[in-house]
């Protein structure tokens, strides 16, 4: 486990990309992967997204409900799901094999059939080296402010 000073050390922000010198090579594409699936979505250019995405993505939501990459792309293009804001802080990226694990923060301000909504999340995403390229395969929030 980390110690609070070591999250802090490496810690690497969208506003700021700090790097530190224990950063992977890895470390720094995945942590462009993600602020590049972050702007696709943001930016509505929804090829970029699919294209940073593995065909066997499963995206989950802050209400429990889950979209393949199918289900995703369809409710971002029709319209039902539009960001307007996202930020997201990555506290840490952890590389298992050809896995990547990032957590951090995810807060964004949103339409979701036609209503607005603030989402003020803790995420897991989950990037997978498939045939050298990095794919972006899993992702789950959880609403912050719960405790088990």
């Known amino acids: 486990m980390s110690s609070p ?3 802090t050390a490496s810690r690497i922000t969208k506003e700021h990309h700090t790097l530190t010198q224990t950063t992977s090579p890895d470390q720094a594409v995945i942590q462009e992967l993600e602020d590049k699936r972050y702007a696709a979505v943001l930016n509505q250019d929804y090829d970029t997204f699919e294209d940073l995405c593995h065909a ?3 995206y989950g939501h802050t209400g429990g409900n889950r979209d393949s990459l199918e289900t995703y792309l369809s409710k971002l ?4 799901l539009r960001y307007h804001r996202i930020d997201h802080p990555v506290e840490n990226i952890v590389l298992v094999g050809d896995a990547a694990l990032v957590t951090g923060q995810m807060s964004a301000d ?3 059939n036609g209503s607005n909504k603030t989402l003020n999340n ?3 995403a989950v990037w997978t080296k498939d045939a050298g390229e990095w794919k972006f395969v899993a992702y789950q929030p959880t609403p912050q402010g719960l405790s088990a």
Do not use: E, F
């Open 77 to 80: 293009r029709s319209g039902a």
């Open 110 to 112: 949103l339409t979701i």
């Open 122 to 124: 803790s995420a897991l």
């Open 56 to 58: 066997d993505l499963v």
């Open 5 to 7: 000073a070591a999250l």
